[in-house]
């Protein structure tokens, strides 16, 4: 036991195996105290001997296994914490780049953890000077204030100018080197913070200045990670400042206009309401984030929004609000915002409309009694003495300029009539009946000029209209495309029913109509201004009576044409269930 107890105080580790002449249990309890393996009682055997020796070499490697593994076992914990540490420390940054700190405090942050997670001396974040192509320091930890002061790095021959130039990380770890004039460090890494949209546009940078230490490529990747993050944050500021700028600008147009604006997110709340909104609705601007349902009133600018949202597609209506005042109401999806109704007061137009219908109205009525009397006294010239060729032929000229007027004042006054609702009674009709008669009506005209029609009836949908009224358009439309077309041309017409709608086209393969002709084609007395079709008699009023009488039935009409081409007119109208205050844009209109 004096042996055991000497190598004890000398701290000398070696297996022990104690042999005695003595059984005594307490002698063996004490030596097992004291370290000793394992026990033999002379006398004993030689293979006894061995097999204690076995059976201590066996615990020795067992325990020099277990001190490995126990060993290896730390490290592995130690680096799991180091990783647990790291990707913490990321994780805060991530989340302070997503949150609404300032900029300047995510950066100071970031190089921190930077300094932190590297176990640099220093770090700092350089960005690139547009003006002056320097790197300016933007944020510092551990870098002298006097030092940091207008800390400029050059990109021409400098290592940051390098990583700048080539968008990739730089790690040096022997010697000095230099950052700028009399900045000198022994280790450092530089990693570059780049977006796809601006490229590499500044550095984050550590260095170990007062001891040397090597840094690990593992430390370039933690840098090079916060340099993203880094790089995230100031790509969102900068994102977020051209936002808020094209934000400010918008509100100040929407602010100054005079037309009503109102954006609805895709739930129908209201996102903006401006001043001239808020006037015309009679609602307050501070609506923002409401259901436009719980502030808006009115039932046709209602129905509009719940139409566009089950349609998503864009609608017009004519709104009448309180005051007096008309409105033409365009509502459209915005993809990514919802919608946006945009309001224009028609007010004055409307008026102004009336007042010249009602001008031309008795204008035209007052003409009608000396027209007649003009007419009678054309007829009697025949009758109180013979005319000669000539005076023939200047009277027939007379009597189709009579004609002519007498056409344009019943056009006229047929317009008056309709633009006032006069005869305009509505009732459940099948659209296709009318065609189908003003089809077969037009047949010996259409055969006279040789032309081909195409017209198959089918069964549609009830709606509501007035019968003379809709005959009237399809006559003028039929007119239209037997007028204006080429002998041995054709004309086609068809009827369908679509999303509500009954969509009527009447095309042909005339003449067509210019693209400087289309924006006014049925506008009041107004023609093309081709030869071709001076050539032909008109009075200039047939399209604008077809699209006052669609309008009156809630309905809208449009014309696609190309010169040479012939043309396409099509109107549509609500069927009878269908709200007659929504229709979707025309494609000239959208």
């Given at each position: 036991l004096e042996v055991i107890r000497a190598l004890q105080e000398q701290n000398i580790q070696v297996p022990t195996i104690l042999m005695t002449a003595f059984g005594s249990e307490e002698l063996v309890v004490r030596a097992f105290r004291m370290g000793v393996r394992d026990y033999v009682i002379k006398p004993f055997e030689p293979g006894e001997m061995a097999q204690a020796v076995e059976r201590?070499?066996?615990?020795?490697?067992?325990?020099?296994?277990?001190?490995?593994?126990?060993?290896?076992?730390?490290?592995?914990?130690?680096?799991?914490?180091?990783?647990?540490?790291?990707?913490?420390?990321?994780?805060?940054?991530?989340?302070?780049?997503?949150?609404?700190?300032?900029?300047?405090?995510?950066?100071?942050?970031?190089?921190?953890?930077?300094?932190?997670?590297?176990?640099?001396?220093?770090?700092?974040?350089?960005?690139?000077?547009?003006?002056?192509?320097?790197?300016?320091?933007?944020?510092?930890?551990?870098?002298?204030?006097?030092?940091?002061?207008?800390?400029?790095?050059?990109?021409?021959?400098?290592?940051?100018?390098?990583?700048?130039?080539?968008?990739?990380?730089?790690?040096?770890?022997?010697?000095?080197?230099?950052?700028?004039?009399?900045?000198?460090v022994h280790s450092l890494i530089y990693a570059p913070l780049r977006t796809p949209e601006r490229g590499t546009f500044g550095l984050l940078g550590v260095a170990h200045r007062e001891k040397p230490r090597s840094f690990t490529t593992h430390e370039v990747r933690l840098l090079c990670a916060l340099a993203d993050y880094a790089a995230v944050a100031l790509e969102n500021a900068r994102l977020y400042e051209e936002t808020e700028?094209?934000?400010?600008?918008?509100?100040?147009?929407?602010?100054?206009?005079?037309?009503?604006?109102?954006?609805?997110?895709?739930?129908?709340?209201?996102?903006?309401?401006?001043?001239?909104?808020?006037?015309?609705?009679?609602?307050?601007?501070?609506?923002?984030?409401?259901?436009?349902?719980?502030?808006?009133?009115?039932?046709?600018?209602l129905d509009l929004f719940f139409n566009a949202a089950r349609r998503r597609q864009s609608l017009y209506a004519e709104v009448s609000l309180p005051g007096g005042r008309t409105y033409n109401a365009h509502l459209t999806p915005v993809e990514g915002v919802g919608y946006v109704l945009m309001m224009q007061d028609i007010t004055h137009l409307k008026e102004l409309d009336r007042v010249k219908s009602e001008f031309l109205a008795a204008v035209s009525h007052d003409l009608r009694t000396p027209l007649t009397t003009i007419r009678g006294y054309v007829d009697l010239l025949e009758r109180v003495g013979p005319l000669n060729d000539q005076q023939r032929e200047?009277?027939?000229?007379?009597?189709?300029?009579?004609?002519?007027?007498?056409?344009?004042?019943?056009?006229?006054?047929?317009?008056?009539?309709?633009?006032?609702?006069?005869?305009?009674?509505?009732?459940?009709?099948?659209?296709?009946?009318?065609?189908?008669?003003?089809?077969?009506?037009?047949?010996?005209?259409?055969?006279?000029?040789?032309?081909?029609?195409?017209?198959?009836?089918?069964?549609?949908?009830?709606?509501?209209?007035?019968?003379?009224?809709?005959?009237?358009?399809?006559?003028?439309?039929?007119?239209?495309?037997?007028?204006y077309n080429r002998e041995g041309?054709?004309?086609?017409?068809?009827?369908?029913?679509?999303?509500?709608?009954?969509?009527?086209?009447?095309?042909?393969?005339?003449?067509?109509?210019?693209?400087?002709?289309?924006?006014?084609?049925?506008?009041?007395?107004?023609?093309?201004?081709?030869?071709?079709?001076?050539?032909?008699?008109?009075?200039?009023?047939?399209?604008?009576?077809?699209?006052?009488?669609?309008?009156?039935?809630?309905?809208?009409?449009?014309?696609?044409?190309q010169p040479g081409k012939g043309s396409v007119f099509t109107f549509l109208l609500h069927m009878e269930n269908s709200p007659p205050a929504l229709r979707p844009l025309t494609p000239r209109e959208a």
């Open positions: 201590a070499l066996a615990e020795v490697r067992l325990r020099a296994e277990r001190d490995r593994l126990v060993a290896q076992l730390e490290e592995a914990n130690r680096r799991l914490q180091q990783q647990v540490q790291e990707l913490n420390v990321l994780y805060s940054i991530g989340r302070s780049v997503t949150s609404r700190l300032d900029l300047e405090t995510v950066l100071t942050r970031v190089v921190e953890a930077a300094v932190f997670l590297t176990r640099a001396g220093e770090g700092w974040l350089l960005l690139l000077d547009p003006e002056s192509d320097d790197l300016v320091l933007r944020a510092a930890k551990n870098v002298d204030k006097k030092r940091a002061q207008g800390m400029r790095v050059r990109i021409q021959d400098t290592l940051a100018g390098q990583v700048l130039q080539s968008g990739e990380p730089l790690l040096i770890s022997e010697g000095q080197t230099k950052v700028v004039t009399g900045y000198l700028t094209a934000r400010r600008k918008l509100e100040a147009v929407l602010r100054e206009t005079d037309e009503a604006v109102i954006i609805l997110d895709p739930q129908l709340r209201i996102l903006l309401c401006n001043p001239a909104a808020s006037a015309a609705l009679r609602i307050s601007t501070d609506v923002v984030g409401l259901p436009a349902a719980q502030v808006i009133s009115n039932r046709t600018l200047f009277v027939e000229k007379v009597r189709r300029s009579i004609a002519h007027i007498a056409a344009l004042i019943g056009d006229l006054l047929e317009l008056g009539r309709i633009e006032a609702d006069y005869d305009l009674e509505m009732e459940p009709l099948h659209l296709e009946a009318i065609i189908d008669a003003v089809v077969d009506s037009f047949r010996p005209l259409v055969e006279e000029k040789k032309l081909t029609l195409y017209w198959e009836p089918k069964p549609l949908p009830l709606i509501r209209g007035n019968p003379r009224r809709l005959r009237q358009v399809m006559e003028n439309l039929l007119s239209n495309a037997v007028k041309g054709w004309i086609a017409v068809s009827a369908d029913q679509q999303d509500g709608y009954i969509i009527v086209r009447v095309a042909d393969s005339g003449i067509g109509i210019s693209s400087e002709d289309l924006p006014h084609i049925f506008e009041r007395f107004y023609r093309g201004q081709s030869q071709k079709v001076e050539e032909i008699e008109g009075t200039g009023l047939g399209l604008a009576i077809v699209k006052s009488v669609i309008e009156k039935h809630g309905g809208r009409i449009w014309v696609e044409s």
